[in-house]
T-cell receptor, first 113, second 112 residues
Framework: AQSVSQHNHHVILSEAASLELGCNYSYGGTVNLFWYVQYPGQHLQLLLKYFSGDPLVKGIKGFEAEFIKSKFSFNLRKPSVQWSDTAEYFC???????????FGAGTTVTVRA | NAGVTQTPKFQVLKTGQSMTLQCAQDMNHNSMYWYRQDPGMGLRLIYYSASEGTTDKGEVPNGYNVSRLNKREFSLRLESAAPSQTSVYFCASNTRPNTEAFFGQGTRLTVV
Protein backbone atom coordinates (compact mmCIF):
# COMPACT_ATOMS: atom_id res chain seq x y z
CA ALA A 1 0.00 0.00 0.00
CA GLN A 2 1.21 3.48 -0.76
CA SER A 3 1.76 6.19 1.83
CA VAL A 4 1.76 9.94 1.38
CA SER A 5 3.81 12.46 3.37
CA GLN A 6 3.13 16.17 3.49
CA HIS A 7 6.04 18.03 5.01
CA ASN A 8 4.32 21.01 6.54
CA HIS A 9 1.43 20.88 8.98
CA HIS A 10 0.76 24.61 9.08
CA VAL A 11 2.05 27.38 6.87
CA ILE A 12 1.42 31.05 7.55
CA LEU A 13 2.01 33.56 4.77
CA SER A 14 1.30 37.15 3.89
CA GLU A 15 -0.65 38.03 0.77
CA ALA A 16 1.47 38.08 -2.41
CA ALA A 17 4.01 35.67 -0.92
CA SER A 18 4.87 32.51 -2.84
CA LEU A 19 3.66 29.14 -1.63
CA GLU A 20 5.20 25.70 -2.00
CA LEU A 21 3.80 22.63 -0.29
CA GLY A 22 5.74 19.40 -0.34
CA CYS A 23 4.31 15.96 -1.01
CA ASN A 24 6.16 12.66 -1.22
CA TYR A 25 4.73 9.21 -1.77
CA SER A 26 6.04 5.70 -1.38
CA TYR A 27 4.98 3.62 -4.35
CA GLY A 28 7.26 2.47 -7.11
CA GLY A 29 4.77 1.84 -9.88
CA THR A 30 2.65 4.09 -12.05
CA VAL A 31 0.59 6.46 -9.94
CA ASN A 32 -2.19 9.00 -10.19
CA LEU A 33 -1.46 12.16 -8.22
CA PHE A 34 -3.91 14.74 -6.94
CA TRP A 35 -4.03 17.90 -4.89
CA TYR A 36 -7.33 18.68 -3.19
CA VAL A 37 -8.28 21.82 -1.25
CA GLN A 38 -10.76 22.17 1.58
CA TYR A 39 -11.89 25.72 2.30
CA PRO A 40 -13.22 26.39 5.81
CA GLY A 41 -16.54 24.65 6.30
CA GLN A 42 -16.60 23.17 2.81
CA HIS A 43 -16.00 19.83 1.17
CA LEU A 44 -12.87 18.83 -0.70
CA GLN A 45 -12.40 20.13 -4.22
CA LEU A 46 -9.86 19.13 -6.84
CA LEU A 47 -7.09 21.64 -7.50
CA LEU A 48 -5.16 19.62 -10.05
CA LYS A 49 -4.19 16.10 -11.07
CA TYR A 50 -1.43 14.25 -12.86
CA PHE A 51 -1.70 10.93 -14.69
CA SER A 52 0.87 11.13 -17.46
CA GLY A 53 2.54 13.51 -19.88
CA ASP A 54 3.98 16.90 -18.98
CA PRO A 55 5.17 16.66 -15.35
CA LEU A 56 4.30 20.31 -14.77
CA VAL A 57 0.58 20.45 -14.22
CA LYS A 58 -1.51 23.58 -14.04
CA GLY A 59 -4.69 23.66 -12.01
CA ILE A 60 -7.37 26.08 -10.97
CA LYS A 61 -6.86 29.39 -9.19
CA GLY A 62 -3.25 29.77 -10.36
CA PHE A 63 -1.92 26.63 -8.71
CA GLU A 64 0.57 24.30 -10.34
CA ALA A 65 2.41 21.16 -9.33
CA GLU A 66 5.49 19.38 -10.53
CA PHE A 67 5.85 15.61 -10.63
CA ILE A 68 9.45 14.48 -10.11
CA LYS A 69 9.45 10.73 -10.54
CA SER A 70 12.99 10.21 -9.29
CA LYS A 71 12.14 11.95 -6.02
CA PHE A 72 8.64 10.45 -5.67
CA SER A 73 7.42 14.00 -5.20
CA PHE A 74 4.47 16.09 -6.33
CA ASN A 75 4.91 19.56 -4.87
CA LEU A 76 2.26 22.24 -5.11
CA ARG A 77 3.13 25.85 -5.89
CA LYS A 78 1.49 29.22 -6.28
CA PRO A 79 3.58 32.31 -7.13
CA SER A 80 1.42 34.82 -5.26
CA VAL A 81 -1.17 33.82 -2.68
CA GLN A 82 -4.34 35.65 -1.77
CA TRP A 83 -6.29 35.78 1.45
CA SER A 84 -8.88 33.54 -0.17
CA ASP A 85 -6.28 30.75 -0.45
CA THR A 86 -6.61 30.15 3.28
CA ALA A 87 -7.58 26.47 3.38
CA GLU A 88 -6.35 22.98 4.08
CA TYR A 89 -4.50 21.28 1.24
CA PHE A 90 -4.29 17.53 0.73
CA CYS A 91 -2.03 15.53 -1.52
CA UNK A 92 -3.48 12.19 -2.63
CA UNK A 93 -2.05 9.23 -4.52
CA UNK A 94 -3.30 5.95 -5.89
CA UNK A 95 -1.73 3.28 -7.99
CA UNK A 96 -2.83 3.59 -11.59
CA UNK A 97 -5.83 1.25 -11.49
CA UNK A 98 -6.30 1.06 -7.72
CA UNK A 99 -9.48 2.43 -6.20
CA UNK A 100 -7.80 3.03 -2.86
CA UNK A 101 -6.79 6.68 -2.82
CA UNK A 102 -4.34 7.54 -0.02
CA PHE A 103 -4.29 11.04 1.41
CA GLY A 104 -1.56 12.91 3.20
CA ALA A 105 -2.24 14.41 6.63
CA GLY A 106 -2.93 17.79 5.08
CA THR A 107 -1.32 21.23 5.33
CA THR A 108 -3.24 24.14 6.76
CA VAL A 109 -2.39 27.35 4.93
CA THR A 110 -3.22 30.67 6.56
CA VAL A 111 -2.82 33.78 4.44
CA ARG A 112 -2.71 37.07 6.32
CA ALA A 113 -4.31 40.02 4.57
CA ASN B 1 -26.63 19.86 -9.98
CA ALA B 2 -26.58 18.27 -6.55
CA GLY B 3 -23.39 16.20 -7.03
CA VAL B 4 -22.83 14.11 -3.89
CA THR B 5 -25.39 14.50 -1.14
CA GLN B 6 -24.87 13.22 2.40
CA THR B 7 -27.36 13.02 5.23
CA PRO B 8 -27.38 13.91 8.03
CA LYS B 9 -24.95 16.83 8.31
CA PHE B 10 -24.60 16.52 12.08
CA GLN B 11 -25.30 13.70 14.51
CA VAL B 12 -24.68 13.00 18.17
CA LEU B 13 -24.86 9.38 19.30
CA LYS B 14 -24.49 7.66 22.61
CA THR B 15 -21.98 4.85 22.88
CA GLY B 16 -23.57 1.63 21.67
CA GLN B 17 -26.20 3.26 19.48
CA SER B 18 -26.42 2.46 15.81
CA MET B 19 -26.97 4.69 12.83
CA THR B 20 -26.71 4.80 9.05
CA LEU B 21 -25.12 7.59 7.06
CA GLN B 22 -26.67 8.06 3.66
CA CYS B 23 -24.93 9.11 0.46
CA ALA B 24 -26.32 9.63 -3.01
CA GLN B 25 -24.70 10.87 -6.23
CA ASP B 26 -26.41 12.03 -9.39
CA MET B 27 -23.40 11.97 -11.73
CA ASN B 28 -23.80 8.37 -12.91
CA HIS B 29 -20.46 7.47 -11.32
CA ASN B 30 -19.45 3.84 -11.06
CA SER B 31 -17.40 4.08 -7.87
CA MET B 32 -18.27 5.38 -4.43
CA TYR B 33 -16.24 5.77 -1.25
CA TRP B 34 -16.54 6.48 2.45
CA TYR B 35 -13.73 8.33 4.22
CA ARG B 36 -13.27 9.63 7.73
CA GLN B 37 -11.32 12.80 8.44
CA ASP B 38 -9.52 13.26 11.74
CA PRO B 39 -7.22 16.13 12.74
CA GLY B 40 -3.63 15.52 11.69
CA MET B 41 -4.48 12.29 9.89
CA GLY B 42 -5.95 13.45 6.62
CA LEU B 43 -8.67 11.32 5.10
CA ARG B 44 -8.67 7.58 5.60
CA LEU B 45 -10.65 5.20 3.43
CA ILE B 46 -13.21 3.12 5.31
CA TYR B 47 -14.92 1.20 2.49
CA TYR B 48 -15.37 1.61 -1.20
CA SER B 49 -17.56 0.24 -3.95
CA ALA B 50 -15.84 -0.03 -7.30
CA SER B 51 -19.11 -0.66 -9.07
CA GLU B 52 -22.72 -1.47 -8.30
CA GLY B 53 -22.91 -4.79 -6.51
CA THR B 54 -19.37 -4.77 -5.08
CA THR B 55 -17.90 -3.44 -1.85
CA ASP B 56 -14.39 -3.70 -0.42
CA LYS B 57 -12.58 -2.77 2.75
CA GLY B 58 -10.36 0.26 2.86
CA GLU B 59 -7.76 1.26 5.40
CA VAL B 60 -9.99 1.49 8.52
CA PRO B 61 -13.08 -0.75 8.10
CA ASN B 62 -13.45 -2.07 11.65
CA GLY B 63 -16.73 -1.08 13.27
CA TYR B 64 -18.42 -0.19 9.99
CA ASN B 65 -20.55 -1.85 7.35
CA VAL B 66 -21.64 -0.58 3.97
CA SER B 67 -24.34 -1.21 1.42
CA ARG B 68 -24.28 -0.24 -2.24
CA LEU B 69 -28.02 0.00 -2.62
CA ASN B 70 -27.92 0.87 -6.31
CA LYS B 71 -25.67 2.84 -8.61
CA ARG B 72 -26.62 6.12 -6.94
CA GLU B 73 -26.59 5.24 -3.26
CA PHE B 74 -23.92 4.01 -0.86
CA SER B 75 -24.66 3.89 2.86
CA LEU B 76 -22.36 3.52 5.86
CA ARG B 77 -23.61 1.86 9.04
CA LEU B 78 -22.24 2.00 12.54
CA GLU B 79 -23.71 -0.98 14.38
CA SER B 80 -22.48 -0.04 17.86
CA ALA B 81 -20.98 3.42 17.97
CA ALA B 82 -17.82 4.05 19.98
CA PRO B 83 -16.18 7.36 20.98
CA SER B 84 -13.27 6.48 18.66
CA GLN B 85 -15.70 6.86 15.77
CA THR B 86 -16.16 10.54 16.50
CA SER B 87 -15.07 12.08 13.22
CA VAL B 88 -16.16 13.87 10.07
CA TYR B 89 -17.32 11.41 7.43
CA PHE B 90 -17.12 12.12 3.72
CA CYS B 91 -18.70 10.27 0.87
CA ALA B 92 -17.13 10.55 -2.58
CA SER B 93 -17.67 9.21 -6.07
CA ASN B 94 -15.86 8.99 -9.38
CA THR B 95 -15.96 7.22 -12.70
CA ARG B 96 -12.61 5.41 -12.55
CA PRO B 97 -9.56 5.41 -10.23
CA ASN B 98 -7.69 7.95 -12.31
CA THR B 99 -10.50 10.51 -12.41
CA GLU B 100 -11.46 13.31 -10.07
CA ALA B 101 -13.36 12.24 -6.97
CA PHE B 102 -16.30 14.44 -6.03
CA PHE B 103 -16.97 14.79 -2.33
CA GLY B 104 -20.09 15.42 -0.31
CA GLN B 105 -20.35 18.12 2.34
CA GLY B 106 -19.56 15.73 5.15
CA THR B 107 -21.29 14.41 8.28
CA ARG B 108 -19.93 15.53 11.62
CA LEU B 109 -20.51 12.65 14.03
CA THR B 110 -19.93 12.84 17.76
CA VAL B 111 -20.17 9.74 19.93
CA VAL B 112 -20.48 10.42 23.65
Amino acid sequence: AQSVSQHNHHVILSEAASLELGCNYSYGGTVNLFWYVQYPGQHLQLLLKYFSGDPLVKGIKGFEAEFIKSKFSFNLRKPSVQWSDTAEYFCAVNAYSDYKLSFGAGTTVTVRA
Amino acid sequence: NAGVTQTPKFQVLKTGQSMTLQCAQDMNHNSMYWYRQDPGMGLRLIYYSASEGTTDKGEVPNGYNVSRLNKREFSLRLESAAPSQTSVYFCASNTRPNTEAFFGQGTRLTVV
